[in-house]
T-cell receptor
Framework: GAVVSQHPSRVICKSGTSVKIECRSL??????MFWYRQFPKQSLMLMAT?????????EQGVEKDKFLINHASLTLSTLTVTSAHPEDSSFYIC??????????FGPGTRLTVL | SQQGEEDPQALSIQEGENATMNCSYK?????LQWYRQNSGRGLVHLIL?????REKHSGRLRVTLDTSKKSSSLLITASRAADTASYFC???????????FGSGTQLTVLP
């Protein structure tokens, strides 16, 4: 199957700092990428849909000014958690939709805010 | 909100037995996808079944879809200890084509 990478895989930061997470589709172009958040032992919750060349679409309850999404090219989307606080600690996973409609997921980024 | 509910929430079986997980959803779908997730890791895509399909196979995996009942099942035959993981169904709905995930089934295969 297609490969999606995420970087970094793990990040620890101080409260108040910003953290950028990159999501790349390595062997296909993705006009649409998605960002999810997952708490321990829970399912994935969609945060936003990232469209190449246009603004992201955020799910209800997700603050767009806190979770900045940029989809600058057909293979790269970034999620920036601004002014991070301990409650933002979570597992963040991106996915990219490939032309057969299959969504391929990145390996995830574990964010810990101290 | 969760589109899908999965049952059972947890399933423990012996190696060699078959494992069946069920997924129910609420709205019409474009397709339904099954994923596997090992603890603390990303999701691995298993199978995609489209709304006009009723059954698909991939190796030891068999997926069925009943759109009239809005339900799907994943069968893993001849299970192995390495199949231990969480399994999620996800429905592709609407024009935005985002996935909505079920609550997941934690499968434990005992050696």
């Amino acid at each position: 199957g297609a490969v999606v990478s995420q970087h970094p895989s793990r990040v620890i930061c101080k409260s108040g700092t910003s953290v950028k997470i990159e999501c790349r589709s390595l062997d296909f172009q993705a006009t649409t990428m998605f960002w999810y958040r997952q708490f321990p032992k829970q399912s994935l919750m969609l945060m936003a849909t990232s469209n190449e060349g246009s603004k992201a679409t955020y799910e209800q309850g997700v603050e767009k000014d806190k979770f900045l999404i940029n989809h600058a090219s057909l293979t790269l989307s970034t999620l920036t958690v601004t002014s991070a606080h301990p409650e933002d600690s979570s597992f963040y996973i991106c996915s990219a939709r490939e032309k057969t409609d299959t969504q391929y997921f990145g390996p995830g980024t574990r964010l810990t805010v101290l | 909100s969760q589109q899908g509910e999965e049952d059972p929430q947890a399933l423990s079986i012996q190696e060699g037995e078959n494992a069946t997980m069920n997924c129910s959803y609420k709205t019409s779908i474009n397709n339904l996808q099954w994923y596997r997730q090992n603890s603390g890791r990303g999701l691995v895509h298993l199978i995609l079944i489209r709304s006009n399909e009723r059954e698909k196979h991939s190796g030891r995996l068999r997926v069925t879809l009943d759109t009239s009942k809005k339900s799907s099942s994943l069968l893993i035959t001849a299970s192995r200890a390495a199949d231990t993981a969480s399994y999620f169904c996800a429905t592709d709905t609407g024009s935005a084509r985002q996935l909505t995930f079920g609550s997941g089934t934690q499968l434990t295969v005992l050696p």
